[in-house]
Structure formats: C-alpha cells, structure tokens
C-alpha cells in the first residue's frame, strides 16, 4: 500500500485517476480503517485529504455555508454560527460514535461509506445541503440525495472527491431537526431515523423537507410528508397525514434490531417528533 | 515494501521512526517505540483501550495511521506522569480501585483527562457520556465514574491554591 497526502482536491483526483489498483479517500478513517482490520477493504493507495486547506475549512457566502470534507465532527459542533443555523444537522453528526470517533468523524465519510443508516445523511438531505465533486478534469455539484445509489454505493466516478458540503442560506423562521431511535443511549446504529427541516411564514408552514434513514437501501426523502404539513400550523391532524406518509415510505429490513413492522411504524413517530422540534426551532407556536 | 519514515513528537518528545505505509498508530506505538500504554481491544474503535490524544484531540490509535502524525503531537498515558508523580486522576483510579485487570485503564484516563481539560466540573451525565466510547469489562463503570468525580474536585481544589499563589 502506498500513502499520499496531497495539498489539492485536483492533485488528490490525479493521484485516484492514475492508480490502477484500490484507491480510497482518507479522511477520519472511522470507517475505512476498520474495512482495512477485517479485511474487507485491501487498498493499494490511500491518498489522505486532510493536508489539503480547502478540506479543513468551514466558510460562510451571501448563498449559504460551506464545510470542508475533512471537518470532524467535534469541529462541527464547536461552530456556534453552524449549530445556530443548522441545530438538526450538526445533531446529527455529532450523534455519530463516541468522543474518540467525533474527533476524526466526517460528514463526507459519513456520506460516501453509503450505509443506509448514515446518521448525518438525513439531515443533510433535509436541508437541501449539496456536495461539491473534484474529479481530475471537471468539477461538479451535487444534491446529496444523488450520492448514495445503495448500500456501500455512490455515484461518484473512479477519481472524483468530495471537497465540501454546501448548506443553503438561512432566514430567521426556520428551523431543523434529527432524531433517531438506538436500544442504547450511544455507540449503536440507528434502527430508524428522520431529519426534518421546514420554514415558516405567518405561523404556518411554508416550505419542508423530510427525510428517513435506515428504512430502506438508501436515506429516502419523502416528498408526501412535507406536502402533509405544508400549510398546516403543525396540527394533530397534519402530524398524523406526516406519520401515514413516512410509514408508507419505508421498504425497510428485517433484523435483530427491529422488525419491519416496527420500524415502519417508528418512522412515523419519530418524524412527528422531529418536525415538532424544527416547528419550535423556527419560532413556531 | 516501501516503508515511511515519520517524525513526529511523542508527550512531548521528538521521535522518528520507519514503517509500513498500512500501519497503526496504536502498532508503531507499542511495538516500535516501545509504548505499552495503549493497548488493543478490538482493532476497530469501539472500546477505546486505544485512546491517545493527537494535538490535543481524543482519538483511537488503531483507527490512525502512522503515516498521519508526521509533524504533529502525540499524547499517551505514559505522559501523564509528571516528575515521576502520578497524575491526580491515576491516584484517584487507585484510591477508588476502579481497575481490576487494568487493559481499559490507560484509555479511560486518557479520556477523562481530555474531559476535564475541557470541562473541569462535569456531572456524572456528562462523565458517562464522554466515557461512552470506553469499554470495561471488569470493574463496572460506577467506579470508574466515581474515580473521575473525585479527581475532578481535587484538581480544582489544586488549580484554586496555585492562582491564590
Ligand atoms: C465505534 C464506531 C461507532 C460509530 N458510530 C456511528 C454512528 O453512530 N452513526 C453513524 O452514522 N456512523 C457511525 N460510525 C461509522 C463512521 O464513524 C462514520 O460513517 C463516519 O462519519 C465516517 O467518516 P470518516 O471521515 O471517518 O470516513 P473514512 O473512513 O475516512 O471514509 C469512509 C468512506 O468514504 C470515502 N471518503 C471519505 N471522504 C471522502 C471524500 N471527501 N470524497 C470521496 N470519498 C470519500 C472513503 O474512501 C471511505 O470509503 C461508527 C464507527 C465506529 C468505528
Ligand atoms: S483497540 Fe482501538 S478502540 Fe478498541
Ligand atoms: S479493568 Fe479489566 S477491562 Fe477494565
């Protein structure tokens, strides 16, 4: 195995471009280096991106945010302006492993390991957050519901990197929210979850995207429960049409951890949740 | 096989060493610099037996490649000794016996040090989070808890005496 440690997102795209054999992006390592213990990933280069600035960076433009893909997780939740903006998202990543993991964890990690129980990923896909790709020729930008195309899967090319995540600009009545349900309080793998994100104007919302996790190969957005809310003051009844249209999204697994009729079942409840805590964190009453 | 030359600085000591490019931290640190601190429990960081701090963040070393600390800062239990004194929170794992076998020691102080720099009066909550990613398999954690708990108000007991001075 070879390591590189580059100081561009093009040169780490030139190095993937040129190897013949494995080549994997480094960045925390949380997942990678765990494939490499128990030998499911034999990689033949491994080009490490955290020497590269624009990785490392967290920035803000009159169009949103932006978050290098090298950002830890413990690094995220120490931006006050971020947690400020983006409660749900930040939640969400922070809620990924323990103290030790938060410190090497990364969202783009976190993305391109293609679990379909990623924690970061709903929110992200709820916020409407994007992935700026580098390959070695071009470079692109992505809505994140368009990387993962399975389990382990993404649509990125053979040398294509993400450089950033991209978080759209935020007015004042909004608000997001993450929640997901584990049989233990921390160091589990969500058995379901549901990002929420919404805006509101005069007390009623305006705009909503909802996501689930772990109830399907992929995180799934699911656009009939944002239609059930729209419009609504977040009523009983328009909380009960958001739980029947979560539920009825899910094409989940059978496991240990949960049956398909339970986990059907909590994706409605937790997204209820979820919208009520983005409802309030929005101003909304 | 090619090997990486890597230098970097160990609680507070400049070392180099050579190694596969595949290599962990955790590895080169016990077997070529000779730092059994940090030990392995699983190899995939879930028990933290592992844990060191690089540049002052807690992480497992089974999950850091050698080839990344070039140039920065490692800390291991074996620099929480200061002038041959234990540190307040190694006294107070012995005082409180919140160790049986021992293996998950070195990580659990080294992730309660890193704790306590950060908030020097936790609550228990927060001690048990923050200690989530230890592992124990001996003692329970109750003790362990309590071990952290009392280091905590001795060290600003301490803190407090050396700004009166
Ligand atoms: C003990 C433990 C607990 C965990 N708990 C959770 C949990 O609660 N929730 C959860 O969701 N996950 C959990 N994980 C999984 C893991 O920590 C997360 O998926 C993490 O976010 C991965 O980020 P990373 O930066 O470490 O990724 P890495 O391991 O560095 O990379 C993961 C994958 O993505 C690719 N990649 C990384 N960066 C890029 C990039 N910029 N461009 C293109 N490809 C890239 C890599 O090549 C690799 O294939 C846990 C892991 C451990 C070991
Ligand atoms: S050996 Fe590193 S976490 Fe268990
Ligand atoms: S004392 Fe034996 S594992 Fe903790």
Redesign the pocket.
Known sequence: MRYEAPKTTKEAATFLKKEKGAAFILAGGTDLLVKMKLGLSEPDLVVDIKKIPAMNAISHSATGSKIGGAVSGAELGEHKGLCKTWPGVVEATNLIGSD?IQSRATMVGNLCNASPAADSVPAMIAAGAKAIVVGSTKRRTVPIEKIVTGPGQTSLADDEVIEAITLPKRGKKAGDAYLRFIPRTEMDIAVVSAGVNLTLERGVVKTARICLGAVAPTAILVPAAAKAIIGTKLDDEALEKLAAACSAACNPIDDKRGTIEYRVRVAGVLAKRAAKIAFQRAGGV | MSSVLVSTTINGDPIEFACPPEETL?DSLRDRVGLTG??????????????VTLDGRLM????VLSAEVEGRQVGTVEGMVENGQLHPLQESFIDNAALQCGICTP?FLIAANALLERNPSPTEKEIRYALA?N?CRCTGYDKIVRAVQVASKEMRKKSKKTKKK
């Open positions: 030790q | 955790l940090v030990k392995e429990g699983c190899g995939t960081g879930d028990c933290g037996s592992c844990s497992c070393s089974c999950l990580g990613g592992l």
